[in-house]
């Protein structure tokens, strides 16, 4: 007796741990989450990863190569590029998630209006069909040109050029919502609108505009970055990704590592938020699901 139970638990397979079984079913979550919170404590302790101050100016070390005082070797007017790129994180990051926070929330309001109230679509979304039409990095450029340079207004122009896009996913999700019968049973029991749309309407239109605010994000980031490398976007004092590659671009054949380290940091940065953002369209939509 005891011999046969014996082989039974022998027999009985090992319990897959949660970590495997994560990446099993969803490795673009685990890969983009872990390059994403890589990125997040790099900007965190930018500090105490033996950086220097961003902004120190010394002309007698200038265009050093990478070595092993200076790990990404040194700019035109010898500041360091390594402390200039891991401190540069902060400011794709804030940006990115500054934005994607504006263009969300502002979306989501008035998508829930829009789907909602007849005559407040018609208007509204003949506005977001005109600023559609122009390129978001245009509209970002033309908006900046009317502001001041600074990290504020970066984040306000980026955010008024993607709610367009997160403005229309929340109206379609929600006219498609008002046709079901557990919200028109709602509106015909006489329930206020606030009511209905955030008890009945909101919560199915989180999921969506999660995976739609990862994409924003990183577009976000892309758009901080070509404001930036034009002269459009943060002060040129504050070391953003952008900058610095602005600033090299006129000595990239004399020294194109300038150029090649904080272009590899927004690669990944970009390249693990929309990793994350499709692991979440995968775990939350059922229809895309790999369980099915």
């Not at 590029?81 to 926070?101: E, H, K, N």
């Not at 005109?130 to 955010?159: F, R, Y």
């Not at 990704?241 to 990239?252: H, K, L, P, Q, V």
């Not at 272009?263 to 390249?271: A, E, H, K, P």
Request: contains cysteine; positive net charge.
């Amino acid at each position: 007796m005891a011999t046969a139970a014996l082989d039974i638990a022998v027999r009985r397979p090992k319990r897959e741990s949660r970590w495997r079984r994560a990446l099993r079913r969803h490795p673009t979550i685990v890969f983009g989450g872990t390059i994403l919170g890589l990125m997040v404590l790099i900007a965190i302790f930018a500090p105490y990863l033996g950086t220097v101050d961003p902004q120190s100016v010394s002309p007698a070390r200038r265009l050093r190569w990478p070595q092993e005082q200076w790990w990404f070797g040194t700019d035109m007017m010898g500041r360091d590029v390594y402390s200039r790129t891991l401190y540069g994180a902060r400011i794709s990051l804030i940006v990115g998630l500054g934005a994607a926070a504006l263009a969300t929330a502002g979306g989501l309001l008035l998508g829930l209006l829009t789907g909602f109230i007849r005559w407040f679509d018609a208007v509204l979304m003949r506005v977001m069909d005109g600023l559609m039409a122009i390129p978001a990095v245009l509209l970002a450029i033309a908006l900046m040109a009317l502001t001041k340079a600074s990290l504020e207004n970066v984040i306000i122009a980026i955010a008024i050029a993607e709610l367009p896009r997160v403005t229309r996913l929340v109206r379609g999700i929600v006219l498609t919502l008002r046709e079901q019968p557990y919200v028109e049973a709602a509106t015909a029991a006489g329930t206020p609108l606030l009511r209905t749309l955030f008890k009945h309407i909101l919560p199915n239109t989180l999921a969506p505009l999660l995976v739609q605010g990862t994409f924003v994000c990183a577009s976000a980031m892309i758009t901080e970055a070509i404001l930036s490398f034009i002269g459009a976007g943060t002060p040129p004092n504050i070391p953003s990704w952008g900058n610095i590659m602005s600033e090299a671009r006129s000595i990239f054949q004399v020294a194109w590592y300038i150029v090649l380290f904080p272009g590899v940091f927004l690669s990944l940065t970009v390249l693990s938020v929309n990793l994350l953002g499709d692991g979440l369209r995968d775990l939350l939509d059922p229809r895309l699901s790999r369980r099915l």
